[in-house]
């Protein structure tokens, strides 16, 4: 069960079937267990969080609600030193009170947009709260 702050901003997300959506900030992962929910067996969350006890927590929600790693993964780290690797560019990003992109810690916030910029797809989308209930972030396009 979300949250209602959790339930309207999942809801405001652009989600379809097959997407694959980065959360940062993910906390124990509540939200982004909703999102792997809507996005189906064809798509793929990654939730990030600097704490590693949120991570372990998400985790183990994930699995008790039978969303396997290949659906629905975690991983330890903050947003402004996120490196995509060799994983799959994600089509929708979203943070809910992430301290790097909402005003709270104004040095990180050009790094933090950058290293989302170079998550997503041409065309991705970043999703912030602080809209009704989001507001969507523009990204750099040289990244």
Do not use: K
């Amino acid at each position: 069960m979300l949250s209602p702050r959790l339930a309207d901003a999942v809801d405001a997300l652009p989600l379809t079937p097959g997407l694959r959506v980065l959360e940062i900030g993910c906390g124990p992962g509540a939200a982004a267990r909703e999102v792997a929910r809507r996005v189906g067996p064809d798509g793929f969350v990654l939730g990030i969080d600097r704490s590693s006890r949120a991570v372990s927590a998400a985790r183990r929600a994930a699995l008790a609600d039978g969303l396997r790693p290949d659906r629905l993964d975690f991983e330890c780290g903050a947003i402004e030193d996120f490196v995509l690797g060799d994983r799959i560019p994600f089509d929708v990003a979203f943070a809910l009170r992430v301290g790097a992109l909402d005003g709270r810690h104004p040095e990180l916030y050009d790094a933090a947009v950058q290293a989302v910029a170079r998550a997503l797809r041409p065309g991705g989308e970043l999703f912030v709260d602080g809209g009704d209930p989001l507001r969507r972030i523009g990204l750099p396009t040289d990244h």
